[in-house]
């Protein structure tokens, strides 16, 4: 089994930031990718970045330049700082990985229970 762990949510006025984290931990042999997500009240999920296990990043094109993801392999966590926040940013942040549990097994899907972040005006 294998647990996502997000933190570093909160409330933040616009303009400020703030570094969201994501842990995993349990049955881990691989983690090739991990990304961020949110879903904003009465939204769909959205898709916000991207990283592979060798740091290659891919992001929204319209969070590129305020937001960077970032991630340490050792400790199986991603980061995701977020600059010159937006009310617009207002959601509750997803982080997502696919993960091998043993050598050759497929990968699987698994994701976080989510982080609220709020941007007041």
């Known amino acids: 089994q294998v647990q996502l762990v997000e933190s570093g949510g909160g409330l933040v006025q616009a303009g400020g930031s703030l570094r969201l984290s994501c842990t995993a931990s349990?049955?881990?042999?691989?983690?090739?990718?991990m990304g961020w997500y949110r879903q904003a009240p009465g939204a769909q999920r959205q898709w916000v970045a991207s990283i592979s296990r060798s740091g290659i990043t891919t992001y929204a094109d319209s969070l590129k330049g305020r937001f960077t993801i970032s991630r340490d392999n050792a400790k199986n966590t991603m980061y995701l700082q977020m600059n010159s926040l937006k009310p617009e940013d207002t959601a509750v942040y997803y982080c997502?990985?696919?993960?091998?549990?043993?050598?050759?097994?497929?990968?699987?899907?698994?994701w976080g229970q989510g982080i609220q972040v709020t941007v007041s005006s």
């Open positions: 349990g049955a881990i042999v691989s983690i090739p990718t």
């Open positions: 997502n990985a696919d993960v091998s549990a043993a050598p050759n097994w497929p990968l699987r899907a698994y």
